[in-house]
């Protein structure tokens, strides 16, 4: 399999789209990194992301939804979780949640999924097209640092990927703020450009 290219524009997203819904994968540019896009919700799918990174399948993947509406049809939030959502999303926040039925079963191991609203433009257009749930994990190789550099992401993935998004060399921004919303008290879980806003919200010190 030889991936196709693709620009970040609207020619891009709608071939990244129709990729998505048909099952296959997608590196796309996130407001942190490279990413990997599947459908959330295709076990198959799921699949390929997992063998694209050569990552262990009981290292959960992580979603990224078009909105709030999306992430309450596959996720049980909390007033908690509604708040931090309301008040970061679209935005580098990453929430931890209980998950509902329809998500592929091979995303995660447990009884919660983490989701995220992208404040990249793309990547939200890119949820809202395929009109499903997608994987937001980075595009590397398990344990390796996030890419940001387009010239790498197409020699990692040219033969691993069905489709690639090319918007170029990405800014080395922090990763999203991870918090674990199902605990009491909420947890960061992994410091990023929220946090400290994050923080203050929850009334941490």
Known sequence: MKAINAKADGRGLAKAAAAIRAGGTVIFPTETCYGIAADATNPRAVEKVFMAKGRRKEKALSIIVANESMAEKYCKLTPLARRLA??????PLTLVVKKKSGLA??????????????GYSFALKLAKKAGRPI?????NQSGAPPLYDIGDVKMLFSNKADLI?????????????????TSRPPRILREGALAAKVRKELGSK
């Open 165 to 181: 998004v090319d918007a170029g060399n990405l800014k080395k921004n922090p990763p999203s703020t991870l918090v674990d919303a």
């Open 135 to 139: 994987t937001a994990t980075s595009a």
């Open 105 to 118: 079963k091979n995303l995660t191991t447990g009884s919660t999924v983490a989701f995220r609203v992208p």
């Open 86 to 91: 309301k008040k970061f999303m679209p935005g």
